[in-house]
């Protein structure tokens, strides 16, 4: 498969009053053509910060580190003019943002808005682009269309802004689509309207798709493949039927059990992963997760893990994978059943 984006060994840090802040440390993966990869993690874990250095967007105090590249189509974007960046952002690569109601300007017409990219990408003059505007609030399945283009963002509830924003990013067809956390403060129901409205759109205009959420429910139906972040580094990453039903980090292990279930018994506690995630001021020197992990070992606290590889692709940086570490002890999620590490039932 053709690969249309490439993150190579991405590092962004946050200059502060209390020091630097390595929000991402050292992150790779790729995006196929016509792939949907969803990045998950808790907040703070450098998922967003992933997302708006894919777009080129991360301001002072941050910076992209040197040494990191994020190629498009053979090019490094960080490399990229002026120029270059404004026909790549909205024209080649569009985002849908976090919240809606902050990311829509309350001040103009959600019409005028979208007509914006196609002027500017497109080359559409004002009726033309309007015209589009138009299509484009039908195709999100926006009703009225005709009447909705001429009204301000205030004036649509949270889901049909979020469609809003998806019509404004999906404008020009770009081919390359991060959506960071589309469902954030929307009930389940409009939460999967927007999700199926995602994954429509990107079977029928081809683009790839970055899924930025920290819920690994929302893109079990969506995702190809996913990766799996913790305090700015990659944990783990796979093929979604390999994440979901054989995951080898305690880490995804843990955010598959915080994952509300049917059958749960009446007034169940749901599953919480207990502490914090560490101070990325003063990343600790082995994994990230250790103190947070029940099989945390010596060498955990001492040493970044190795990337252990399995099938089809499927990775971890997980010591506990490592083939001189027991497995008779260690229990993992799954969908079915409770089985040890190296799959035998218990």
């Known amino acids: 498969m053709e690969k249309i984006l490439e ?16 929000s991402v440390r050292g992150i790779s993966f790729d995006v196929e053509k016509g792939e949907a990869l969803a990045i998950v993690g808790e907040s703070g874990c450098g998922k967003s910060v992933t997302s708006r250095a894919i777009m080129s967007i991360i301001e002072k105090p941050g910076e ?25 952002r909205g024209g080649e690569c569009a985002m ?13 017409k959600v019409g005028k808005q979208i007509a914006e ?3 500017i990408h497109r080359g559409m003059n004002r009726k033309q682009a309007m015209e589009e505007a138009v299509k484009m609030l039908k195709l999100v399945g926006i009703p009225n269309p005709e009447t909705r283009v001429n009204q301000y963002p205030h004036e649509f509830s949270g889901g049909m802004r979020q469609r809003v924003m998806i019509a404004i990013a999906l404008a020009c067809s770009p081919k390359l689509l991060i959506a960071d956390e589309p469902t954030t403060a929307l009930d389940v129901t409009i939460q999967a309207q927007i999700i199926e409205l995602i994954k429509d759109l990107q079977q029928k205009i081809g683009s790839s798709v970055v899924i930025i959420t920290h819920d690994l429910g929302v893109v079990a139906d969506i995702a190809d493949r996913v990766v799996v972040i913790y305090a700015g580094q990659i944990v783990e990453k796979g093929r979604t039927e ?19 279930r049917l059958d749960l018994e009446n007034k169940q506690e749901l599953y919480t992963i207990k502490g914090t995630p560490p101070d990325l001021i003063a ?25 252990f590889t399995f099938e089809d692709g499927h990775e971890a940086a997980c010591w506990l994978n490592h083939p001189d570490v027991p497995k008779d002890n260690i229990e993992f999620f799954n969908n079915d059943n409770v089985q040890s590490l190296d799959g035998g039932a218990k």
């Open 7 to 22: 993150v190579k060994n991405l590092r962004v840090s946050y200059h502060t009053y209390a020091g630097e802040v390595q």
């Open 64 to 88: 992209i580190k040197k040494d990191s590249k994020i190629i498009y189509k053979g090019e490094n974007i960080l490399e990229f003019n002026k120029k270059q960046l404004q026909n790549y």
């Open 96 to 108: 849908i943002f976090q919240d809606a109601l902050t990311s829509l300007n309350p001040t103009m």
């Open 117 to 119: 990219n196609l002027v």
């Open 242 to 260: 390999e994440i979901f039903y054989n995951p080898k980090h305690p880490y995804t292990w843990a955010l598959l059990n915080a994952v509300p």
């Open 283 to 307: 990343p600790p020197k082995g994994c990230g997760f250790a103190q947070r992990c029940k099989y945390c070992m010596k060498i955990c606290l001492e040493q970044q893990p190795e990337n």
